[in-house]
């Protein structure tokens, strides 16, 4: 939705209502209005729109003026309805919207859409309905973006909304809040899957809309094949993403289904043996059904079509440090007999042969981020047991310069 000017509707501070007689005129109503008199103008409207003698001509039939005062009806509650102002809130307890919906409903029933426009502007230019739609629309928007943020008012932020959708039904902006952040706020989720659809039917391009969908359809309702459905749909609409791809193996590897999962990456990877991504997806798969050995091969893979690919690079470097990890934890079990004292100087020599391995794999990927104080700290460990202490002393510096604290 463009950022719109927003209705001076009860955004100002008035004073109270004067003592006098009320004259029901449609002319004083919106005069009021646009005074910011909230409250006047209700009260004008109220009895114009109550009086026979104004909403009925001679003939018993609607008069001229019914269908303008039943807009301007509408327009005053929904004024009443996002007002900030907690006095003029009062003047419907309940709520505006559902008046102001009435109210509107009354005057398309008798305007049949003849009119293009009902109210005038401060200096009595026609303000267009549609205009007045996409003010009244905002104002709502606002309502409900304040409830969210300010008052944490979930449930209240989803209503704004909803009325919102009344004025602006195709509105992106207002789908995309309502069925990506409102509606799962509040646990309401087939709300929120028809307003992520109508999002995307209606051009939306956010990719928060198939993340929610994901969300909603995988962990909240548990309907993992409607879960699949939206991440080959993403797939389409963000072909560049891996991350969908992603998505689909991870439902099916939590849902056991191994076999399809790696059926599925090593057919992307036959597809495209171009694609870094696609080794890195069947690394990730071989390395989440613990098969070391094939991961390590598919994320050197990846790094050969991409020398620069630091997932790849951290993951491989990763599981490399985790054979000489293995060989450590090993040593950590030993006691102090004889026996595993031999046992350790064995375990020992390993362990560095294991660490030389893995050292290469890591200073890869500081090459490629420098600064990445994780890879650091890798190799500050490794250095450390290894005793390089020149390059100990170098990798401490870096980390001081980086905002480390490091003896």
């Known amino acids: 939705m463009k950022k719109i000017a927003i209705l001076l509707i009860g955004l100002m501070p008035f004073a109270a209502l004067a003592q006098k007689e009320i004259k029901p005129s449609i002319a004083n109503a919106e005069k009021a209005l646009r005074a910011g008199k909230i409250d006047e103008a209700k009260a004008i409207i109220d009895l114009f729109t109550s009086s026979q003698e104004y909403m009925v001509d001679k003939k018993g039939q609607p008069s001229k003026s019914a269908a303008k005062a039943w807009y301007l009806k509408g327009v005053i509650y929904a004024g009443i309805d996002t007002t900030k102002v907690e006095k003029f809130k009062s003047l419907a307890p309940n709520g505006g919207f559902s008046i102001a919906k009435e109210a509107f409903e009354k005057a398309e029933e008798l305007d049949k859409g003849k009119n293009p426009a009902f109210l005038n502007d401060d200096v009595g230019f026609p303000m267009m ?122 439902i099916y590897v939590g849902q056991k289904k191994y076999d399809i999962a790696r059926q599925m990456v090593e057919t992307w990877v036959k597809e495209d043996p171009t694609s870094k991504d696609n080794f890195f997806l069947l690394g990730q798969l071989n390395q989440e059904l613990g098969e070391p050995d094939k991961a390590k091969e598919a994320y050197s893979n990846a790094l050969k079509i991409d020398s620069k690919y630091f997932e790849a690079a951290t993951n491989l470097a990763d599981l490399y440090w985790k054979d000489a990890k293995a060989v450590k934890d090993q040593m950590n079990q030993l006691g102090n007999s004889k026996a595993d004292m031999a046992k350790l100087q064995e375990l020992d020599k390993a362990y560095v042969k294991k660490l030389e391995i893995a050292l290469p794999y890591i200073e890869s990927c500081e090459k490629i981020s420098p600064d990445d104080v994780g890879v650091l700290y890798s190799l500050l460990t490794v250095y450390s047991d290894l005793d390089y202490q020149d390059k100990i002393t170098k990798v401490k510096k870096r980390l001081k310069t980086l905002g480390e604290d490091v003896d």
């Open 129 to 250: 309905n549609e205009q007045v739609k996409g003010y009244l629309a905002q104002s709502y928007l606002n309502s409900a973006v304040r409830a969210y943020q300010e008052e944490k008012n979930f449930k209240k932020a989803l209503e704004y909304t909803e009325h919102t959708l009344y004025f602006m039904p195709n509105d992106t902006t207002t789908l995309l809040y309502a069925g990506a952040y409102f509606a799962p706020s509040v646990e309401e989720y087939d709300k929120s899957i028809t307003y992520l659809n109508s999002y995307i039917a209606n051009g939306g391009k956010s990719k928060d809309a198939y993340n929610a969908l994901i969300d909603v359809f995988y962990n909240k309702k548990k309907e993992y094949e409607k879960a699949i459905e939206i991440t080959k749909k993403a797939q389409i609409a963000y072909p560049d993403d891996t991350g969908y791809k992603q998505n689909e193996m991870s």
